[in-house]
Nanobody, 130 residues
Framework: QVQLVESGGGLVQAGGSLRLSCAAS????????MGWFRQAPGKEREFVAD????????YYADSAKGRFTISRDNAKNTVYLQMNSLKPEDTAIYYC???????????????????????WGQGTQVTVSS
């Protein structure tokens, strides 16, 4: 498995932007599909976006489409989540996840078990004020 460390969270006003980073370490991080999930207080963790190991495929939750962009730099073993036009409802802890086997197209499907993903980071807080 790989180890994941998120950064870039913070407090921002509605309409603002943030870029989250997820640095991966361990054995061959560039071979892993990676993604972002978030969890708001009192709610279940939900899918935000993910990206295939080579960056060729990306998937987004409906709430993220048109506002968020996921990307990766395999030379730096880092995945990014650029978040624009932030809304108060985007307030949550954002978690990075990685898995070498499970297709990123599956991560957003109803009934997908988050426990099946091999690696998780500790999360970074994003707070959007109105």
């Amino acid at each position: 498995q790989v180890q994941l460390v998120e950064s870039g969270g913070g407090l921002v006003q509605a309409g603002g932007s943030l870029r989250l980073s997820c640095a991966a370490s361990g054995r061959s991080p560039s071979n892993y599909n990676m993604g972002w999930f978030r969890q708001a207080p009192g709610k279940e963790r939900e899918f935000v976006a993910d990206i295939s190991w080579n960056g060729g495929s990306t998937y987004y939750a409906d709430s993220a489409k048109g506002r968020f962009t996921i990307s990766r730099d395999n030379a730096k073993n880092t995945v990014y989540l650029q978040m624009n036009s932030l809304k108060p409802e985007d307030t949550a802890i954002y978690y990075c996840a990685a898995d070498r086997v499970l297709s990123p197209s599956a991560w957003s499907r109803s009934g997908f078990s988050l426990r099946s993903l091999g690696s998780w980071g500790q999360g970074t807080q994003v707070t959007v004020s109105s």
